[in-house]
């Protein structure tokens, strides 16, 4: 049997998608054999009347094998392996010699081959054996598969080394290099899976911009007329162009597109709604007159440009009518604005034979190519936060001013933490508009701030150092390789010794709190050393700050190994700018419980307030409060108005809300209607609001709730009533059992002795 007989093409590749995108493998067998089965790690998915279908989960391997087959499938590749028993043989010499190949996917103009290595979890990567003998058969099979597949001399063949769960060494990296083998990592293909769903087929583009990255596409079509102008300040060409053609060519920076630190990604990730409609609008005859901006990457040079007879230039001096030459090879016009224009035209009838206008720019430095992205984008749809973040670790690295370079480079750390396979944080941190799932939920603002305040780097004043940072080199290259590598060893310790806490779904131990609240901590030890004089200021010994710091973190270590679900509560529930400042206390109090010397600024005035001593107390004297101005306010009311008292001192929205909530209460308790008070109902506020109604402050209440001293306070009836609103914060917190700070107890107790003391 020849090993053709093991390709497939078009509608059996469709029917191989579906079989190879699940989870299971499924087979058939007769009944008599199904115990032996099942003795063997097979489950009973379905009984029929002669056979029954069994299932087998996927080995890690298999499953990751047929995640990147579907994946090459999904992008258009029309010829396929149907299995990873295709061997190919590679010797003329020798008819038996033959390699197996895991995924072997075609069309009219590429052909890769692909070998597939998975680990069960991270590990570093030893493929010197793998990668030489690709380099030796090479040849061998390339010659062999154009025999069979068309000797068509355009075609571009790759190898691919696809690997999951493997931290590639700089060896293999060099290697990879050396023999033109293309690397194909889990990131890659999370993004590339991804971007097939907005896109489809037309993710091609993307894919084979990477791939062949600078090889030229020599059946394009390339010479075209055009406009050459200046632009604020910059040359640029103006020109229309078939869809397909320039998709050839382009590339798209998306911010989840991550193999290259050194390019400016900054694109929304193409939406398929978006795109379905315009696909749509396209199709039904609607075209759209504004230009496509890109960049040409002309490595430095300009491209070529036939200037057409002078007289053609009319009045413009400075416009010259033309031919350019566009660049013929991948990846070399980067889309600033207009992807989903663009994108819309693929698959679509007119791909080929509508023309779109164009904007070019040559060789736009990363810096520009954002500035503009953003000029363009911020007068349409606002960016979001989270992209804003990720472009400004680009666009501020070389800002003029000190501080927004710092903000860059904070920003860079929190990046590099979400997208490096060697980082506890890998895969945790939303960054981008990469898909936000559970485990990815820690947000670069939310790093950023926690480096912030950790006192790591220098901070200025007009430019001025006005503070020196821990680990401030004075320039982001040599601050970021120093401070990058003690910030992972430290999470990488926390992660070794709690994995479970580390993995844990929801999190505490990486949730947005905690992470912010770690950083903070890692900035009190440091501090706290150079307090002691056991670490110099700058840090000189990376070694000796992360060894010192581990001492204090096997503290953080021993809580979370004992922590209670109250406790996982306390972090977890504690929301907004509050939330993390709740847990980087509750770590601080944790480490200074086993390293009493570890006493950071703050932290006994927190534990001072935090302490529930006050909360009984409170909560008794609150209760006081409240029944005498629920006992008064109806004498007052019941004396102006009589019968009707309720109805005519209350304000209509504490009217309705408290027959509201009564009827509410009558229902969950299922008792007759009327049995709950509506008077019963009323909060603290509530009672603000009756007081300061109409003219009833005035008439009613002033002289008897105007706290003593506060007389002539400005602000009228607001001000003067302000502190039931006060006392119902307090009111909140006792009642709900959580710490009542001393300055709250005290404001409390003061109320207290004027309202209730002084009265009985």
């Not at 499953?63 to 299995?83: C, P, Q, R, T, Y």
């Not at 080929?352 to 007068?379: C, G, R, Y």
Request: charged content about 30%.
């Amino acid at each position: 049997m020849s090993w053709e007989d093991n390709l497939i093409r078009d509608d059996e590749i469709l029917r191989e998608i579906r079989i190879k995108s699940k989870d299971f493998v499924y087979e058939s067998v007769k009944k008599a054999l199904t115990r032996e089965y099942l003795d063997n790690g097979w489950e009973l998915d379905r009984k029929f009347k002669t056979v029954d279908k069994l299932k087998k989960k996927k080995t890690i391997s298999v499953k990751f094998e047929d995640e990147v087959w579907v994946l090459l499938a999904s992008l258009g590749f029309n010829i396929m392996n149907k299995d990873n028993r295709l061997i190919i043989p590679y010797s003329e010499n020798n008819s038996s010699l033959g390699k197996q190949i895991d995924i072997l996917a075609a069309d009219e103009e590429t052909l890769l081959f692909v070998e597939c290595k998975t680990a069960e979890s991270i590990k570093s990567s030893n493929f010197k054996k793998e990668l030489e003998s690709i380099h030796g058969y090479r040849k061998g099979l390339i010659k062999e598969a154009k025999k069979v597949l068309g000797n068509n001399n355009h075609r571009k063949i790759k190898f691919v080394f696809a690997t999951k769960n493997y931290d590639i060494s700089e060896k293999d990296v060099e290697r990879m290099k050396e023999f033109n083998i293309f690397h194909l990592e889990d990131n890659s293909i999370q993004y590339y899976t991804s971007l097939v769903k907005h896109l489809g087929t037309a993710a091609r583009y993307q894919f084979l911009g990477r791939m062949f990255k600078g090889q030229t596409i020599k059946e394009m079509k390339y010479r075209i007329p055009s406009i050459k102008g200046k632009m604020g300040g910059l040359t640029y060409y103006s020109f229309v162009i078939d869809p397909e053609n320039l998709l050839k060519i382009s590339y798209i920076l998306h911010q989840v597109d991550v193999h290259d630190d050194s390019l400016p990604s900054y694109q929304r990730i193409i939406k398929k709604n978006r795109l379905s409609g315009i696909r749509k609008f396209i199709n039904d005859g609607g075209f759209f007159p504004n230009s496509i901006i890109v960049s040409f990457e002309a490595e430095g040079r300009s491209p070529r440009f036939d200037q057409a007879p002078s007289y053609f230039k009319g009045d413009y001096e400075d416009t010259q009518i033309g031919i350019l030459h566009l660049p013929r090879y991948y990846r070399s016009a980067y889309i600033i604005d207009g992807q989903h224009r663009l994108y819309g035209y693929s698959d679509s009838k007119y791909a080929n034979n509508n023309q779109i206008p164009v904007v070019a720019f040559v060789n736009l430095d990363k810096t520009k190519q954002i500035e503009l992205f953003m000029q363009i984008n911020e007068n349409q749809k606002a960016v979001p936060k989270n992209l804003r973040n990720t472009l400004n670790a680009d666009l501020l690295w070389e800002d003029k001013d000190k501080n927004n370079q710092r903000e860059a480079l904070r920003l860079r750390i929190a990046m590099k933490l979400g997208q490096d396979p060697k980082s506890p944080l890998f895969n945790k941190v939303h960054i981008g508009e990469n898909e936000k799932k559970s485990k990815n939920t820690v947000t670069l603002e939310n790093i950023e701030d926690g480096l912030k305040a950790s006192k790591f780097f220098n901070t200025y004043s007009k430019n001025v150092l006005s503070k020196n940072g821990f680990f401030d080199k004075e320039n982001n290259e040599k601050t970021f390789s120093v401070i990058y590598k003690y910030i992972n060893s430290c999470f990488s310790y926390l992660k070794e010794n709690l994995t479970e806490a580390w993995e844990a779904d929801p999190p505490v131990l990486t949730s947005n709190n905690s992470i912010n609240a770690l950083f903070r901590i890692l900035g009190d030890i440091v501090e706290s050393l150079i307090d002691k004089g056991e670490l110099s200021n700058p840090i000189e010994s990376l070694d000796q700050v992360t060894k010192k710091s581990l001492f204090y973190i096997d503290a953080l270590v021993n809580f979370f190994k004992e922590i209670t679900p109250d406790q996982q509560e306390e972090i977890r529930t504690a929301y907004g700018a509050g939330g993390k400042l709740v847990a980087w206390r509750i770590y601080q109090r944790e480490i200074n419980k086993s390293r009493t010397s570890f006493n950071p600024d703050g932290l006994s005035k927190w534990l001072e307030d935090n302490s529930r001593q006050y909360i009984v107390h409170s909560f008794e004297m609150i209760n006081a409060i409240e029944n005498l101005l629920k006992k008064d306010f109806k004498a007052q009311l019941s004396k102006t108005y009589g019968e009707k008292w309720f109805t005519l001192g209350l304000p209509e929205g504490v009217f309705k809300s408290a027959i509201s909530l009564a009827s509410a209460k009558d229902y969950e308790a299922l008792v007759k209607e009327g049995t709950t008070d509506p008077w019963d109902c009323l909060t603290l506020v509530n009672y603000r609001d009756i007081a300061i109604y109409r003219q009833q402050w005035e008439e009613l209440f002033e002289t008897r709730y105007t706290k003593p001293g506060e007389e002539n306070l400005p602000g009228g009836k607001k001000a003067k009533t302000r502190w039931m609103y006060e006392l119902n914060k307090i009111r909140n917190k006792s009642h709900h059992n959580n710490p009542v700070s001393k300055s709250e107890y005290d404001y409390l107790t003061d109320v207290y002795d004027w309202l209730i003391e002084k009265r009985t």
